[in-house]
């Protein structure tokens, strides 16, 4: 019942927060193969977070579900509505806890309340709140707050000032504070001389009637995804490099009315106006084209001497202030390096083989989302036909749910064999950062300020994780637009997958190649 909407492959530091926002629907899902950490920051709209690791939260953080391998820290007014723990439960402050579920200890202070607790080891209940069952595989210790009933296989220890409970059995020694007679009924097999004779009941030794257990679940670590730029190279419309003279080259595939090859951006002259965006063959020295022109790659005609992309150092930069939308031909661009796309409005999947830093004033929408007006019936540039079937409609294909993807290797036969040779992989999204697709980082994904993503997070870890995926600045995931857009979809994005969606809710598979045996 929940959208899986983020993949962390490290450590998780969500500092600056993060908010999910889906107009109503089910809450979303975290799955973090890691420890996960806040900051003093509020979450909103996650459902249920998944971890291998340790789990902290502090402030007014919540989470509806948490199930992890590790332990789990709940500070301030951080709460859960139900916690599955492999290991320890320490929970301090003044939140509202549901039900809590350990193979390790659960401890709990400060002014929390809590609903039911379950736990293979012991109980440390402390708390000036409420609780209502209380069952350890070991010993119970409660010394303030109210507890209705309490169920221990070990030794129950009531302590302090009046510590109130309806309901104690223990299934050996059960330890009272003087003058109490905040309870109902007590059970044990004994009980000290400090405990009241009234509505008691001696269990005869060896009784075995409480079950405590402990843990729900154990998460399971998936593979890691196989994330490598380079796989997509037969389903990139335009794959950027430079030749051995630094020049910008791109090689054009899959584009209606441009024949399969590779052109340089060439300088025009059009009306006594220099401008700057045609794919051609052959430029003189100066970058004009020399031959016949097969098309465009920046909107024709507009923003003169506008170079939207730029190469130095082994990085590309996109930066285009004409105004125009897209600022690039649509489709699927695959960059031979890092990326730091800063500027300009686009339609496009864009790949790098290296890193990707996301600028501010940029607005970026995968091909899926942005739609088959904008993509397949776009003025100036030649139709993507892997993804669009017509002018008015898109096929539309896996690759183009994707809007960033980051990171590459040479031998890409086995996970293991690709993270040998991993090259990049971390993704940045800079302040105001707004992105339409999904976001893919084959290592490492950062945010800082405010960043808006429509669309799921995929951070590999593919790469050196010691540092760990981090968001210090406020995060929004707004899954509220994609009931509007058909054709997009948060799900699989696997490079080696040949189906596709119809948006209908079918699936249509191409068949790459078959043999009879």
């Known amino acids: 019942g929940t959208t899986s909407a983020m993949d962390i492959y490290s450590d998780l530091d969500l500092s600056g927060g993060i908010t999910f926002s889906q107009n109503g629907t089910s809450g979303a899902s975290i799955n973090v193969y890691g420890d996960f950490s806040t900051g003093g920051v509020g979450l909103k ?11 902290t939260l502090t ?15 709940l500070t301030g007014s951080a709460s859960a509505d139900l916690i599955s723990a492999k290991g320890y439960i320490d929970i301090s402050g003044g939140g509202t806890q549901g039900n809590l579920n350990s193979d390790g200890y659960i401890k709990i202070g400060g002014g929390v309340n809590v609903n039911n607790a379950n736990t293979l080891s012991y109980i440390d209940w ?14 119970i210790k409660h010394s303030n707050g109210t507890v209705n009933n309490i169920l221990a296989k070990d030794n129950v220890t009531l302590s302090g000032g009046n510590p109130v409970t309806k309901y104690v059995t223990s299934e050996k020694l059960l330890t009272c504070p003087n003058n109490w007679s905040s309870y109902i009924l007590l059970k044990a097999v004994s009980f000290s001389n400090k405990c009241p004779t009234t509505n008691v009941q001696t269990l005869p030794a060896g009784t075995n009637s409480i079950v405590a257990t402990g843990a729900l679940v154990t998460v399971t670590a998936p593979n890691k995804p196989l994330v490598n730029a380079l796989s ?12 051995s003279n630094k020049n910008i080259v791109v090689t054009v595939q899959n584009v209606d009315g441009i024949p399969k090859g590779t052109y340089y951006i060439a300088k025009y002259t059009l009306n006594y106006n220099d401008y700057i965006g045609q794919l051609c063959s052959k430029i003189n020295q100066q970058g004009f084209c020399t031959g016949t022109s097969v098309g465009y790659i920046y909107p024709p005609n507009t923003g003169s001497w506008n170079s939207v992309i730029s190469y130095s150092g082994g990085s590309w930069s996109l930066k285009d202030n004409s105004g125009q939308n897209p600022s690039l031909a649509p489709g699927v661009f695959l960059f031979k390096g890092d990326l730091k796309p800063q500027q300009g409005k686009y339609a496009n999947t864009l790949l790098s083989t290296g890193s990707i830093d996301y ?17 397949c019936n776009s003025t100036g540039f030649g139709r993507p036909t892997n993804l669009c079937s017509s002018s008015t409609a898109l096929i539309p294909a896996a690759i183009g749910n994707i809007a960033l993807l980051a990171g590459s290797c040479t031998n890409a036969t086995t996970v293991a064999l690709c993270q040998s040779t991993y090259s990049g992989g971390d993704i940045s999204l800079g302040a105001q950062s707004t992105v339409y697709g999904n976001v893919i980082a084959g290592n490492l994904l950062n945010t800082s300020g405010q960043s808006l993503i429509v669309g799921s997070l995929s951070a590999a870890g593919l ?3 010691k540092k760990g995926s981090k968001f210090t600045g406020s995060t929004t995931i707004d899954l509220s637009s994609l009931k509007d857009h058909p054709d997009f979809s948060t799900g699989d994005n696997n490079s080696n997958s040949g189906s596709t969606s119809t948006g209908s809710g079918k699936m249509v598979a191409t068949v790459k190649w078959a043999r009879y045996l």
């Open 232 to 243: 997509y190279e037969s389903q990139a419309n335009y794959i950027v490099d430079v030749d």
């Open 45 to 55: 709209g996650i459902d249920t977070l998944s971890t291998t690791g340790n789990v």
């Open 59 to 73: 402030s007014s953080a919540h989470i509806n579900n948490i199930y992890t391998n590790g332990n789990v820290t």
């Open 126 to 139: 402390s708390s000036g709140g409420t609780g209502q069952t209380f069952t350890a595989g070991s010993y």
């Open 359 to 375: 600028g501010t004033s940029i607005t970026l929408e995968a091909p899926n989302y942005a739609g088959a007006n904008k993509v």
């Open 463 to 465: 790469g050196d994780t």
